[in-house]
């Protein structure tokens, strides 16, 4: 088939924008308790680069726990790359320190399963936050304690276990306030506790914001993380906040300095996936053009 000529210029521009500024949606928003195939439908037409998925948070009859199989996860490699759209993080959110042994233990058996098959969805990752003492995430002053920081340890090292094993990467996400690791120096202590090639970090600068709100200028922010765990940043989530007001707005309207994180990925972490959190069928279209728009040329 000839293609016209405006429709090479804009699969070039495409694919540009998809070698040097790699966009992805998290899948749930914009898709829930739908087919692979219904999901590629609605994704493809914003035309992300990647894709975080979790599955039971999107697919009608999602495999249940021990049901993920290389063939399942094949057929949904093949629908999406059919579309152009590749898997940049498997997500299996669980909490890692949850106070109940037997729902930590089973949510650990989840994760578990999840890196024995990441590869089969042609990814590597599988995320995840780091838990608190309450069984939702949410705050529990215990969280800081000594003791769930050693717990989240002990449940790390044995995923790292399986993970080294099947040549897949455990990506862990820290949050600030209110998740055990909370803070860029926590992060620098886990992965100097676990020199694993198979422990990896996604950024979320705004995850990362203390509550009280930065005492350092943006820039400085973003580089003390970079300086930190840079080299093992595997994915960017990309949102924004309004200080005292808001975290959890779309990239591009609020207080982010989107002009500076950027200039370091550039830098740092050219090509890395960048996946937009919070943002809604109405909202992505406007955000993946914001985040085209302030990469440096």
Not at 68 to 97: F, M
Not at 126 to 134: A, I, K, L
Not at 138 to 152: A, I, M, R, V
Not at 290 to 296: D, N
């Amino acid at each position: 088939m000839v293609r016209p000529a405006w429709a090479v210029g804009t699969l070039l521009v495409l694919r540009y924008y998809n070698i040097m500024l790699q966009i992805g949606l998290r899948a749930h928003d914009y898709g829930k308790n739908v087919t692979p195939e219904k999901l590629a439908e609605i994704l493809s037409t914003y035309r992300p680069a990647s894709i975080q998925l979790a599955l039971a948070k999107v697919f009608s009859n999602a495999p249940k726990p021990g049901g993920i199989s290389p063939g399942y996860a094949r057929r949904v490699r093949q629908v999406l790359e059919e579309r152009g759209i590749a898997v940049a993080v498997l997500g299996c959110y669980i909490n890692p320190v949850h106070p109940d042994a037997d729902a930590r233990e089973a949510q650990l058996r989840s994760f578990e399963e999840h890196l024995r098959f990441v590869r089969d969805f042609g990814c590597a990752l599988v995320g995840t936050e780091t838990g608190s003492r309450n069984p939702d995430c949410s705050f529990h002053p215990d969280t800081e304690k000594p003791e769930t920081f050693d717990l989240f340890c002990k449940s790390l090292e044995r995923l790292l276990v399986v993970a080294e094993k099947c040549g897949s990467i455990v990506a862990i996400e820290p949050v600030a306030g209110k998740h055990t690791v909370s803070t860029i120096e926590k992060m620098q202590q886990v992965l100097c506790r676990f020199p694993s090639p198979a422990l990896k970090v996604i950024y979320d600068p705004v995850n990362l914001i203390p509550l009280a709100g930065l005492a350092e200028s943006q820039d400085q922010f973003f580089a003390r993380a970079f300086d930190a765990f840079g080299d093992v940043i595997v994915a960017i989530h990309a949102k924004d906040f309004i200080a005292g007001k808001a975290k959890d707005l779309p990239a591009g309207t609020g207080e982010l300095d989107y002009p500076s994180l950027l200039k370091l990925v550039r830098e740092r972490k050219p090509g890395v996936d960048i996946l937009l959190e919070n943002s809604s069928p109405q909202t992505g279209r406007v955000a993946m053009e914001f985040l085209q728009k302030t990469y440096p040329g």
